[in-house]
């Protein structure tokens, strides 16, 4: 498995910015799909966004157009830059590692610990 340490979360009022960042271990971290999901309290974990090994993307349309998932694979870290940020967003936020492309939380097998994000209306 993968280890992977997520930072950058934190309190932001609404229309703010925060970018999340995920380290990860692993030397062939070039070869796993990386997701951001994230979980808000009383409520299923959710996926955010997606990045494959050759950089193709996917977002959930709750988050399309005000964030922004990138990969570093010379520093193996995945980035999450969050814009326009809502009350809704608020969450822990997690990033996750999978041999292959998906959407399915149960195809990632290497999850970091979580990030809290805040957003104040």
């Known amino acids: 498995q993968v280890q992977l340490v997520e930072t950058g979360g934190g309190l932001v009022q609404a229309g703010g910015a925060l970018r999340l960042s995920c380290a990860a271990s692993?030397?062939?971290?070039?070869?796993?799909?990386m997701g951001w999901y994230r979980q808000a309290p009383g409520k299923e974990r959710e996926l955010v966004a997606v990045?494959?090994?050759?950089?193709?993307?996917y977002y959930a349309d709750s988050v399309k157009g005000r964030f922004t998932i990138s990969r570093d694979n010379a520093k193996n870290t995945v980035n999450l830059q969050m814009n326009s940020l809502k009350p809704e967003d608020t969450a822990v936020y997690y990033c996750?590692?999978?041999?292959?492309?998906?959407?399915?939380?149960?195809?990632?097998?290497?999850w970091g610990q979580g990030t809290q994000v805040t957003v104040s209306s």
């Open positions: 692993e030397r062939t971290f070039r070869n796993y799909a």
């Open positions: 990045i494959s090994s050759f950089g193709t993307t």
């Open positions: 996750a590692a999978a041999a292959v492309w998906s959407l399915r939380a149960q195809n990632y097998d290497s």
